[in-house]
């Protein structure tokens, strides 16, 4: 949170900045159920610069329910901060009321009947209003997408990426940068960056065999924007060849690099830029560390964990905005850029309700065409659900129980593990589940449903490794992401513990005995990093499930215990 | 560890000589240090060993050392089963004072960088490198 004493201590640094965030107003407004499009977009337009950012869209073209984590633990440094406050405390921290649409766009708490009273979220025509009607304030407005925009839908998937393309195209972003996109495999990846109308950014992609900048991306571009020099330098997700198959992507290596964006920023710096913006997909903590480690950065538009925050948050002289996921959100970030720094800036996290804001009709038609080859398969009702699918939250989402009961009953396996991924939009109880929903929580280009043989022993070690991924005290150790669910086991995790003490009690549910390490169990799961990973899609294996059950019931999932929080 | 010349690139322009510690399997590797300084006090600064947070692949992972008017550079792989990697000697025409090699990890370590500057005074770098297993993304 910025508090006033922050603004203080910035204002003695920077002589005359000052900040302001466009939030807090629609909680009335909407007591008094006269939210509209106007209140949402309204803006006073600030200064000489505007950023819009839009980030992990995951191919969400269409408006989709949406429910916020209940559990999303800081650790280290980052206990209790935000982005780790959530539900009540996150309304409390920002002074949201209940019941308002910020609680529901924002927190979760209440979803089903806010849901219902509010309802679908996002929509990229939707998105094009927003878009448009800033550009209308500043026709120069700098877009920049944060990547994970081609991955993540029936479409995107059959498309090779394609139906985003085109849709992002229409949208015009001024330039991108990557994380899911890379999944695709690096010859599709490259076969569409050379055709994109606009900047393919990444200081942090290498050539893996000599470890210099890759050719095809370029570290930062300069815009002119009121008589501004702002340049946007690009920083692609870290970890691609750790939390991805390395082997899709042989070409590149990643990693943080922060010595080389700080030498980024030293460049264009000493090139004339008067603002420097890093489009970001580290994930919020990493961008917070790299923020206090790299000086001269402007502006971190962050991405990768998925967080809407409706205020930046401050390090040193930085702002650092997240934008939330799915195309819930557009985040509009004006700054007033005098004698080469940063005076001030105005902020304001627009929430994407779907029946609040009009569809851009060009939108809707580019939308529709890439959608209508397949409008059959992705329209087919396959069952219905009687109880919320979600998915984001540290330990599990409804959505995760069913795919987990689905590799165990499909796949005849004890325990199952399903990918701690945070994409993938909601449905509400008494929604019918169809063939676009499931492939909206399932679809990747390395979805096959292994079956294995692993030792209690290895399952721990596996246990371990994706929970230091999530809970090292150093951001610079963590992926992002959450912890791999697990189905036909209960554990207990101290996130304060080190790598290898964390999880306990490791109990086999069916027959509620403790795992043996020696023992060997028959693990099912999906999206392994390894290649030539056998069996069936996942998409297949759920849809077999949900067909066989009809209307899908689940009760809550108590198998984890946390604590150390 | 095995390590040969061949899949070692030493890339700062005059790294001069390059040589490669003898097997000393399972020595501590303070004993090593110690060996490398004389016991010398060991400071910080001034020296500057870049290595990735996360390994993308564990058999080969990018490291470099820089330390403007060292004479040499030992680099440790605290983890490894033999820990020494190499030392870098840079003789009085080296343009520069860094190099730049692979080096394989046995798993989740410190990877640790001692120099000896012109002075003859000590300097050490170290960081954790994660070996991980991999798998979830956001």
């Known amino acids: 949170m910025i508090s006033r004493r922050d603004f203080l201590q910035v204002s003695m640094a920077a002589s005359a900045m000052y900040g302001a965030s466009g939030f807090g107003n629609w909680a009335r407004l909407a007591a008094q159920q006269s939210l509209t499009q106007d209140q949402l977009l309204q803006f006073d337009t600030f200064g000489n610069v505007s950023l819009i950012h839009v980030t992990d869209i995951h191919a969400q073209l269409m408006p989709i329910y949406f429910r916020e984590p209940s559990?999303?633990?800081?650790?280290?440094?980052?206990?209790?901060?935000?982005?780790?406050?959530?539900?009540?405390?996150?309304?409390r921290a920002y002074g949201i009321e209940d019941g308002s649409p910020s609680h529901y766009a924002l927190s979760a708490g209440d979803f089903e009947s806010l849901a219902k009273g509010y309802g679908k979220v996002g929509g990229l025509d939707r998105v094009s209003t927003v878009v448009n009607a800033i550009r209308a304030d500043r026709p120069d407005a700098i877009l920049l997408d944060g990547g994970d925009t081609w991955h993540g839908s029936y479409t995107c998937y059959h498309t090779e990426g394609q139906d985003m393309v085109?849709?992002?195209?229409?949208?015009?972003?001024?330039?991108?940068?990557?994380?899911?996109?890379?999944?695709?495999?690096?010859?599709?990846?490259?076969?569409?960056?050379?055709?994109?109308?606009?900047?393919?950014?990444?200081?942090?992609?290498?050539?893996a065999e000599w470890d210099e900048p890759a050719e095809l991306f370029k570290p930062y571009k300069f815009f002119e924007r009121g008589g501004v020099k702002v340049a946007v330098i690009g920083q692609a997700f870290p970890y691609m060849p750790i939390a991805n198959p390395r082997w899709m992507f042989p070409e590149y290596s990643f990693g943080i690099r922060d010595e080389n964006m700080q030498a980024m920023v030293d460049e264009v710096r000493s090139m004339g830029a008067e603002c420097v913006v890093c489009l970001s997909h580290n994930g919020f903590d990493v961008d917070k560390k790299m923020a206090g480690k790299v000086t001269g950065i402007d502006v971190i538009l962050s991405g990768h964990t998925h967080d809407a925050l409706p205020e930046p948050v401050l390090v040193g002289e930085t702002i650092i905005v997240a934008s939330g996921s799915n195309g819930k959100f557009v985040s509009r970030v004006d700054l007033d850029i005098r004698d080469g720094r940063m005076m001030g800036f105005r902020h304001k996290l627009i929430p994407i309700f779907s029946d609040v804001i009009a569809p851009d009709p060009a939108m809707t038609a580019v939308i529709n065409e890439q959608r209508a080859p397949y409008a059959d398969q992705?329209?087919?009702?396959?069952?219905?659900?009687?109880?919320?699918?979600?998915?984001?939250?540290?330990?599990?989402?409804?959505?995760?129980?069913?795919?987990?009961?689905?590799?165990?009953?499909?796949?005849?396996?004890?325990?199952?593990?399903?990918?701690?991924?945070?994409?993938?939009?909601?449905?509400?109880?008494?929604?019918?589940?169809?063939?676009?929903?499931?492939?909206?929580?399932?679809?990747?280009?390395?979805?096959?449903?292994?079956?294995?043989?692993?030792t209690g022993e290895f399952i721990k070690v596996i246990l371990e490794d994706v929970a230091d991924n999530i809970f090292n005290p150093d951001p610079y150790?963590?992926?992002?992401?959450?912890?791999?669910?697990?189905?036909?086991?209960?554990?207990?995790?101290?996130?304060?513990?080190?790598?290898?003490?964390?999880?306990?009690?490791?109990?086999?549910?069916?027959?509620?005995?403790?795992?043996?390490?020696?023992?060997?169990?028959?693990?099912a799961g999906w999206a392994s990093v390894n290649e030539g990973t056998e069996g069936p899609q996942i998409w297949d294996v759920v849809e077999s499930h949900i067909r066989k059950q009809g209307t899908v019931t689940l009760d809550p999932n108590n198998s984890v215990t946390v604590v150390g929080t | 560890m095995d390590f040969t010349r061949r899949e070692t690139l030493a890339l700062g322009a005059g790294a001069a000589l390059m040589t490669i510690l003898p097997l000393r399997a399972n020595a501590a590797v303070d004993d090593l240090i110690a060996e490398f300084t004389g016991g010398a006090e060991v400071g910080e600064g001034g020296l500057t060993l870049t290595a990735p947070e996360i390994a993308?692949?564990?058999?080969?992972?990018?490291?470099?050392?820089?330390?403007?008017?060292?004479?040499?550079?030992?680099?440790?792989?605290?983890?490894?089963?033999?820990?020494?990697?190499?030392?870098?000697?840079?003789?009085?025409?080296?343009?520069?004072?860094?190099?730049?090699?692979?080096?394989?990890?046995?798993?989740?370590?410190?990877?640790?960088?001692?120099?000896?500057?012109?002075?003859?005074?000590?300097?050490?770098?170290?960081?954790?490198?994660?070996?991980?297993?991999?798998?979830?993304?956001?």
């Open chain 1, 166 to 207: 085109n849709a992002m195209n229409h949208l015009k972003p001024d330039a991108m940068t990557f994380h899911w996109e890379f999944t695709l495999g690096s010859d599709r990846v490259a076969e569409i960056v050379e055709g994109l109308p606009f900047a393919a950014l990444g200081q942090n992609i290498f050539d």
């Open chain 1, 378 to 454: 992705l329209a087919e009702v396959i069952g219905h659900t009687d109880s919320t699918l979600y998915r984001r939250g540290n330990f599990n989402g409804s959505w995760d129980d069913l795919i987990c009961d689905a590799l165990i009953s499909e796949r005849e396996a004890d325990i199952a593990m399903s990918p701690g991924v945070r994409w993938g939009p909601s449905l509400l109880p008494g929604d019918p589940i169809t063939h676009e929903d499931i492939w909206n929580v399932t679809s990747m280009s390395y979805g096959e449903a292994y079956r294995s043989e692993m």
């Open chain 1, 477 to 523: 150790y963590q992926q992002g992401g959450d912890m791999v669910r697990i189905g036909g086991m209960g554990y207990r995790i101290d996130v304060s513990k080190p790598q290898g003490e964390r999880i306990t009690e490791m109990t086999l549910l069916k027959t509620g005995e403790a795992i043996d390490p020696a023992k060997t169990y028959i693990v």
């Open chain 2, 56 to 138: 993308e692949n564990g058999n080969t992972v990018p490291i470099s050392v820089s330390a403007p008017g060292a004479a040499s550079i030992m680099v440790l792989a605290a983890g490894n089963p033999t820990p020494p990697v190499a030392t870098f000697n840079f003789g009085p025409l080296a343009a520069s004072q860094d190099a730049s090699t692979r080096i394989r990890l046995a798993g989740t370590q410190d990877v640790i960088a001692v120099a000896k500057m012109a002075d003859g005074s000590f300097v050490r770098a170290s960081q954790t490198v994660k070996v991980t297993i991999g798998g979830c993304g956001g």
């Open chain 1, 71 to 91: 559990i999303n633990i800081g650790v280290g440094g980052n206990k209790g901060a935000v982005p780790h406050i959530t539900g009540a405390d996150f309304r």
